[in-house]
């Protein structure tokens, strides 16, 4: 079993493999406040009976919390994990003009999605920054794929914060599907304003990326608003939620002889 764990600004996203298959997932909140202790006990409280592991993966865009989650395996699964950095051989060229600029949970769902649909692939996730990333397709047989970049957006739930933290009369509200383009209420307006806005800022978003690309590929969304963008976006695209996960367990593969084999 290789437990693989996705910690992110505002959950922490574990899955376990067994013989390559998902068999479970949680999700716990990002808190740097939080000990050792304290997440070990969570795991091993989530993983129950199956705590003795072969192997575990860490991506982390989280720096104080790498350490954290590190010490709470080794204390409740007696087992040191494997932290994904810009030197861990992922399968794909890294092509970022500074390669440890990027971050690891982007690289994670570039490997994810070039295992289920190749290259060329547009990855668009949806957390608490949305972001959009290009894996071109080898430029020779047997090559490898190449990560190129992307772009990085506030999170349609981000913005919603900063509108109720920084302005006197805008209330804070839960981002919701609006009645209406033009709102009735403030509460209305705002989502309205958000939800309208954010879909159309993503769809120029991956329209202006293929005109720069030149290539027609496929597009793959993932993260905790994938769904609920589904149908508020024009374009065709597979929802993936557990890309990030699929992507760490390929890496941990890579690196210890074990990758998931396409079947």
């Not at 716990?28 to 993966?57: C, K, N, P, Q, W």
């Not at 209305?188 to 120029?204: E, F, M, P, Q, T």
């Not at 695209?237 to 996960?245: D, F, W």
């Amino acid at each position: 079993m290789i437990l693989v764990v996705d910690a992110g600004n505002t959950h922490i996203h574990l899955g376990l493999y067994t013989r390559g298959i998902l068999r479970a997932t949680w999700k716990l909140a990002s808190d740097v406040r939080r000990t050792s202790d304290e997440y070990g006990f969570l795991i091993h409280g989530l993983l129950g009976e199956d705590t003795r592991l072969e192997g575990a993966i860490i991506c982390s865009v989280v720096p104080g919390i790498t350490s954290i989650i590190s010490e709470a395996l080794e204390n409740a699964c007696h087992i040191t994990p494997m932290v994904l950095d810009a030197k861990t051989d992922i399968g794909l060229i890294n092509g970022y003009r500074h390669p440890d600029e990027v971050g690891m949970d982007r690289l994670a769902n570039a490997v994810g999605g070039v295992y289920l649909y190749d290259a060329p692939l547009m990855i668009l996730d949806y957390g608490t920054a949305i972001t959009l990333d290009f894996v071109a397709a080898p430029m020779d047989k047997g090559a490898k794929s190449v990560y190129l970049g992307g772009a990085i957006m506030p999170g349609i739930r981000m913005a919603a914060d900063a509108l109720g933290r920084g302005t006197s009369k805008l209330p804070s509200i839960n981002v919701g599907d609006p009645e209406r383009v033009i709102g009735r209420t403030t509460i209305d307006s705002i989502r309205s304003g958000l939800v309208n806005g954010y879909s159309g800022a993503v769809a120029s978003l991956v329209e202006r990326a293929r005109e720069e690309i030149g290539v027609t590929c496929r597009i793959v969304t993932t993260g905790g608003d994938a769904e609920w963008f589904k149908d508020k976006v024009p374009f065709k695209h597979s929802v993936e939620p557990s890309l990030t996960l699929l992507g760490l367990r390929q890496i941990y593969g890579i690196n210890n002889g074990c990758p998931l084999q396409k079947a």
